[in-house]
């Protein structure tokens, strides 16, 4: 992507919006159900963030709540987010990063997750980096599940980041598979948070079917729990940080069972440092990911509509992180 288009997308990320209607007001958030504790004292919660940033922008109030309540709490990233070209423009200082200069970007995002996880009270032996290409998932679940696939922007066709769960692991969805099995067994979780079908990015929506249907093998889809960050065009809105308002209703996913998690200032603090631990992130998309410190987050217990047909495919979407 040419360095204008780059720049011009970062601006259009962060724009104000203000003054705009847009589906899910907050007068419909006011009526929603307020959630139930996730888990309980000894329960184990598993949070599986496509890439570094999404654990504090969809649910650093839900994991903060999750430890209160004296559950252990693990986070599993599924790639290191080395695939954000506007990331790799600022830090490596290149006008088309590619290569080693994004593998140093995924390194550095991997040190910012743990920094963000601390933050949350989330210890660094309950984490897990898996590894696996930013902007990729979708082939590996498709075209590459056995043979690997090579990484358009690092190059690379097996894990290389340092502390992953399998060094050296192929680029395949069968691989990815097996991380994730792997992960299951060790954690045993009671509550899975995963992305919702719905959500727009092509990374978020694959995780979200590769956790669908290994949780369906062991009997315990029941056990699943959705979000959604990139939720439609612009939002949420307005961009910034704005504590004082609610988080609406992604127009995306308008039709799914949600439930609101009201978050006490204090948390809302807390997850605001998480996602500033994410230092490459917040220079480019502060205003995007500051956009989610609100008075709420959203969760639902399941990834479609009940209703006949199921849901409508998504037609448009945020890009970001």
């Known amino acids: 992507m040419a360095l204008a288009a780059i720049v011009a997308l970062s601006a259009w ?11 899910g007001s907050a007068a419909r958030v006011a009526t929603l159900p307020a959630a139930a504790p996730l888990v309980t004292a000894g329960q184990r919660l598993l949070m599986l963030s496509p890439h570094p940033d999404d654990e504090s922008l969809c649910c650093g109030g839900m994991l903060q709540q999750a430890r209160a309540a004296g559950a252990q709490v693990y986070v ?4 290191p987010g080395d695939g954000f070209e506007l990331d790799g423009v600022l830090t490596e200082h290149a ?6 200069s994004m593998r140093n970007l995924g390194q550095q995002r991997s040190a910012e997750a743990l920094a963000a996880a601390r933050v949350l009270g989330v210890p660094g032996d309950h984490t897990f980096m898996l590894g696996y290409p930013d902007g990729g998932l979708l082939r590996l679940y498709t075209t590459n599940y056995v043979t690997p696939y090579r990484s358009v922007h ?15 692991a192929p ?13 299951l067994d060790r ?30 093998e062991r009997g315990q889809s029941s056990r699943l729990r959705f979000w959604v960050i990139h939720g439609g065009l612009e939002w949420p809105v307005p961009k910034g940080l704005h504590p004082g308002l609610p988080l609406t209703v ?12 009201d978050l006490t200032p204090q948390e809302e603090q807390v997850k605001r440092r998480a996602m500033d631990a994410h230092r490459s992130q917040t220079r480019i998309i502060g205003r995007f990911m500051h956009a989610f410190v609100r008075g709420n987050e959203l969760v639902s217990a399941q990834p479609l509509p009940d209703v006949p047909g199921g849901a409508a495919p998504a037609t448009a979407g945020t890009p970001g992180p």
């Open 154 to 168: 690092t190059g690379a066709s097996a894990v290389y980041v340092r502390g992953a769960l399998t060094p050296g």
């Open 76 to 79: 599993a990233w599924i790639t």
């Open 13 to 23: 990320i962060n724009l104000p919006t203000f003054g705009r209607v847009f589906p």
């Open 250 to 261: 992604p127009p995306l996913a308008t039709r799914l069972p949600w439930e609101r998690v």
């Open 187 to 216: 954690v045993k979780p009671d509550v899975v948070l995963v992305p919702a079908p719905q959500d727009f990015h092509p990374d978020h929506h694959t995780v979200s079917y590769i956790a669908m249907r290994l949780m369906a």
């Open 171 to 183: 680029f395949t969805g069968e691989a990815l598979e097996a991380d994730l099995r792997r992960v």
């Open 95 to 100: 006008l088309r990063p590619r290569g080693p």
